[in-house]
């Protein structure tokens, strides 16, 4: 897939997660300005951006490659079984593939990333089930 195949809606939250200067006529930008605002500037934003950052701070599916098989030798599903709370002042912090933002501070790890990050990272911790639910509620 490629961001020419996303709706307009959906491109204008990507264009607002990746903070993109969008040029527009009217008020609101048409599919063919999302675009170019996407693919322009020094550091253009990438379809594995998209699904590397976007997709996972969104808590959203991937779009469905239909042409895509599995097989079995595809690695098996990590059981994401414990939550983590980022505590550092970035707007945005990515490590192991999680990405912790100001507005998701809580993410679902593994128990072995778990583990590396809150070793390995300052301002990472472990949250309890009711704080997530408290935030998030």
Do not use: C
């Given at each position: 897939?490629?961001?020419?195949?996303?709706?307009?809606?959906?491109?204008k939250?990507?264009?607002?997660?990746?903070?993109?200067?969008?040029?527009?006529?009217?008020?609101?930008?048409t599919?063919?300005?999302?675009?170019?605002?996407?693919?322009?500037?020094?550091?253009?934003?990438t379809?594995?951006?998209?699904?590397e950052?976007?997709?996972?701070?969104?808590?959203?599916?991937?779009?469905?490659?239909?042409?895509?098989?599995?097989?079995?030798?595809?690695?098996?599903?990590?059981?994401?079984?414990?939550?983590l709370?980022?505590?550092?002042?970035?707007?945005m912090?990515?490590?192991?593939?999680?990405?912790?933002?100001?507005?998701?501070?809580?993410r679902?790890v593994?128990?072995?990333?778990?583990?590396?990050i809150?070793?390995?990272?300052?301002?990472?911790?472990r949250?309890?089930?009711?704080?997530?639910?408290?935030?998030?509620?």
């Open positions: 897939m490629a961001f020419k195949d996303l709706p307009a809606d959906e491109l939250k990507v264009a607002e997660f990746f903070v993109v200067d969008v040029v527009s006529v009217k008020e609101e930008p599919k063919k300005e999302l675009l170019a605002a996407l693919a322009s500037g020094d550091d253009p934003v379809w594995e951006q998209y699904e950052l976007y997709l996972k701070v969104e808590n959203k599916p991937a779009p469905v490659v239909e042409d895509e098989t599995v097989t079995d030798d595809d690695e098996p599903v990590k059981e994401l079984s414990t939550v709370k980022m505590e550092r002042p970035n707007g912090f990515s490590i192991r593939g999680y990405v912790f933002t100001q507005e998701h501070p809580y679902p593994t128990d072995e990333d778990a583990d590396w809150v070793t390995h990272e300052h301002g990472f911790r949250a309890t089930t009711q704080e997530v639910a408290d935030y998030y509620s």
